[in-house]
């Protein structure tokens, strides 16, 4: 019985030590607005150097993160936004099907009905070049802007 009561405490500790999980920390300065980004969420970021990197991070230390073996100093980090991957499938993919649709009517209904319903190629043509673009249309957050980046750690 006793050994059973250690074994089911001991258990106990061990899920609350090891339910930490580390987090990107992004506070407004002006407002006092905290956002929380957990690790292995998917951003984007702009360092102070002009390199872009997207995808998943992880955190390394207090001051550094991890994007595909490249350690990147928070320090660095000129600007950051999240990147979901729901939005990152579905938006490009919806403007590129609205904007083939578009230019594949505009076409039919030129050569077939009237010559100025061409004119609708020019609106297809740029819903094409915004999928192709991929937006991503969450906040920014940058540096000059009054946001400062940290790493906490998180208890779930």
Not at 97 to 103: E, F, H
Request: no cysteine.
């Amino acid at each position: 019985m006793k050994y059973l009561f250690l074994l089911l405490i001991s258990t106990f500790i061990f899920n609350v030590a090891t339910a930490q999980t580390n987090a990107i920390k992004i506070t407004n300065l002006n407002t006092n607005k905290e956002k929380i980004i957990k690790e292995n969420k998917r951003i984007k970021l702009r360092t102070l150097d002009g390199q872009k990197f997207k995808g998943r991070f992880r955190v390394v230390n207090t001051n550094t993160i991890i994007f595909d073996d490249i350690n990147i100093d928070l320090a660095d980090i000129d600007a950051l936004k999240r990147n979901p991957l729901l939005i990152s499938i579905i938006g490009p993919s919806f403007f590129i099907y609205l904007g083939a649709i578009t230019v594949g009517f505009s076409v039919i209904a030129g050569v077939f009905a009237d010559a100025s319903a061409l004119w609708f190629v020019i609106p297809g043509s740029a819903l094409l070049y915004a999928g192709l673009n991929s937006p991503n249309f969450n906040k920014n957050h940058k540096r000059d802007k009054g946001w400062k980046f940290e790493i906490v750690t998180l208890t779930d």
